[in-house]
Nanobody, 126 residues
């Protein structure tokens, strides 16, 4: 059973940066595609970015393109989300998730997730 634990959340000022980590255990991460999602209070969960298991192809929601970067280190069983130029409207609980194929057609339409982490809170405030 794959288990995912997120870390790296916290308080950052608008325009600041954070790097989130998703540490996997229980199985080798290289078998799985990984997605990062976020859910703000009162809003639906949305897809932010995902990375494939094989060729490392990536997807980014339009709202984060050019600012967020997803990467994976299979040797460390870890996936990262580098978030730059964070905006005041982006505070949320950020989750990582895994599946044999995680597909984000849009930020609101996604499928293929079998495992979820418990999330890490990101607060953007001055």
């Amino acid at each position: 059973q794959l288990q995912l634990v997120e870390s790296g959340g916290g308080l950052v000022q608008p325009g600041g940066s954070l790097r989130l980590s998703c540490q996997a255990s229980g199985s080798a991460l290289d078998k799985y595609a990984i997605g990062w999602f976020r859910q703000a209070p009162g809003k639906e969960r949305e897809g932010v970015s995902c990375i494939s298991s094989n060729n490392g192809s990536t997807y980014y929601a339009d709202s984060v393109k050019g600012r967020f970067t997803i990467s994976r280190d299979n040797a460390k069983n870890t996936v990262y989300l580098q978030m730059n130029s964070l905006k005041p409207e982006e505070p949320a609980v950020y989750y990582c998730a895994a599946g044999p194929t995680v597909v984000m057609v849009t930020s609101k339409y996604y499928y293929g997730v079998d495992y979820w982490g418990k999330g890490t809170l990101v607060t953007v405030s001055s």
